[in-house]
């Protein structure tokens, strides 16, 4: 009998551990060691192998660096290089495309010159080779990407800011781009001073949300700074928020009722700073507002994303009274309706003073859990010199040990196996399509949801049954696009896949798809979020000289 016991409890022990959400903490070394080397993450994506991909910049800023890893936070590939491009070069910011490709933007440096160039650059999922770079801007001007997106044609929008070395002062910058990155248009926005963009996101209306920095405009001398555009760049509104010292913008995320949530950081005092998180209305209302301090002396926010649940996660790093020594990477979860605070995590590779750790972007992984990236600085005597590249898996909780792992939410596929019962087809569509779906046993409250690549809900259909399931879905009202196709019981997102929509053979190159529905982790769902009056800033036509 007692071994009949250690079977079945081994058994479900085993079974357990297929469904665990998998959690790690891991540092990435240069492949250089100097008293100069800088290596750091500046994002890091959750992708639809169930894997992650992070970007950043190596040795000095003198090559960007690219790693893709599998679910269990191991080394696929990894890419540091200096593209052919001269020197000075990094990524800031990385999607994976329809394909399954990753397309990350940044910036190539000059070294002659001492300008720089916006870059796009195309990296094969399988090997990491470059398929494609682009050089994006002027020669006599100098520019940076900090922030792309897809739009409905497969191109990408991507946002950061112009640098005029004899004006001395910055605009922010928008680039509409095709499908192989070759720029559309450009425009660039702002006043007489520096004035850049850290973040974008796509509007319901198909219009643009710039979100950085000013110091152009605002009560003090840095306020964070949002400009609505329309889907061709034409400056529709732009608004400040901040008090009378400085007040930084870093991110922005769209959420699932149309509203935005930004993030960034607040000075209180000359020597003291705090994270901010504003939630918005889409005409940049502040509904609520939250500024974090506690007993430290430094907190600021970097990344911001919405569970699926419609909670807000923002990501960052605190420091305390002494400045120079340590710092941590810091999760917070937020109510989407008042703001409030749900829990808070801190997080350290070394677990030791004079080290530190800075988060710079995050997302939400298709187990339910969460992906942090950053850097880690070893300043202990003895330690080696420069700084590592960082990425922390934790469960949806925040736990990055599995003794913490306590969730029961899942927003994605447990075992690759159900893969097999789960088929959307035609994809491409013209309009209508056939969910197949085997379910074991009935359950309430199930649906599947068609959100825009915005991340509005454009469909919902509920249906019951079990066993094999065949529902047939009318999709004749959605527009040429890639949708993202979202299957729920109960309360667990059992499969995600890419929809796309064609009623037009002008898009070609969309019917060399698999016709398999694609599986994918990478879920833009836009949530809720932030209290205070902004000011607003009569709107301002662009200059002919800063169009193109």
Known sequence: MAKIFLYISLFF?????????????????????????FAKS???????????????????????????????GDTSWTYTADLGLNSGEFLSTVLEDINGNFIAAGVAGDPVLHQSHAILVKFSKDTGDTLWVQKIGLPNLSERFYSVK????????????????????????LVKTDSMGIPEWERTYGGASFDFANAIEIADDGGFM??????????????????????????????????????????????????????????ISADTIASTLLKIDSQGAVIWEKYILGNIKAQEF?????????????????????????????????????????????????????TQHYFYGMDVC??????MAGMVRDLRPGASPGNSMWVVKTDCLGNDS????????????????????????????????????????????????????????????????????????????FSNGVYQCVLVSGKEVMHQCKLVIVKSQALSQILSLPK?????????FPGLAPGRKSRTIPAITTPPSKQT
Request: with cysteine; proline share 2%.
């Open 13 to 37: 022990l085993f079974q357990a551990s297929l469904f665990a959400q998998h959690v790690f903490n891991r540092t990435f070394q240069s492949i250089i060691t100097s008293s100069t080397n």
């Open 42 to 72: 500046t994002t890091v994506i959750s992708v639809r192998d169930s894997g992650y991909f992070t970007v950043g910049l190596n040795y000095n800023q003198a090559q960007v660096s690219a790693i893709k890893l599998n679910k269990f």
């Open 150 to 173: 897809q739009t409905y044609d497969l191109g990408y929008i991507v946002a950061g800011f112009r640098y005029n070395v004899d004006a001395s002062s910055s605009d922010l910058y």
């Open 210 to 267: 710039l979100f950085g920095t000013t110091y152009s405009y605002g009560e003090g001398p840095y306020n964070m700074y949002l400009i609505k555009t329309d889907s061709l760049g034409n400056q529709l509104w732009q608004k400040t928020y901040g008090g009378m010292l400085e007040d930084y913008g870093t991110s922005i995320c769209k959420l699932n009722d149309g509203n935005f949530v930004l993030a960034g950081s607040r000075n």
């Open 302 to 354: 970097f990344g911001v994303k919405q569970f699926p649940t419609g909670d807000i996660l923002a990501c960052g790093f605190m420091q305390g009274n002494d400045l120079s020594t340590t710092a941590s990477g810091i999760l917070y979860r937020f109510n989407e309706t008042d703001g409030s605070i749900i829990w808070q995590k801190q997080y350290d590779y070394f677990h030791e003073d004079s």
């Open 366 to 371: 298709l187990d339910g859990g969460l992906v």
């Open 402 to 477: 599995i003794w913490d792992n306590a969730c029961d939410f899942t927003i994605g596929l447990k075992e690759i196996e159900k893969d097999a019962l789960f088929n959307l087809y035609p994809n491409p569509s013209t309009g209508a399509v056939t969910l197949d779906y085997f379910i074991p046993q009935n359950t309430q409250n199930q649906s599947v949801s068609f959100y825009d690549a915005t991340g509005k809900l454009v469909q919902k259909v509920d249906f019951s049954g079990e066993g094999q399931i065949q529902l047939n879905v009318d999709c004749s009202g």
């Open 516 to 524: 398999q529905s694609v599986l994918t982790t990478h879920m833009e």
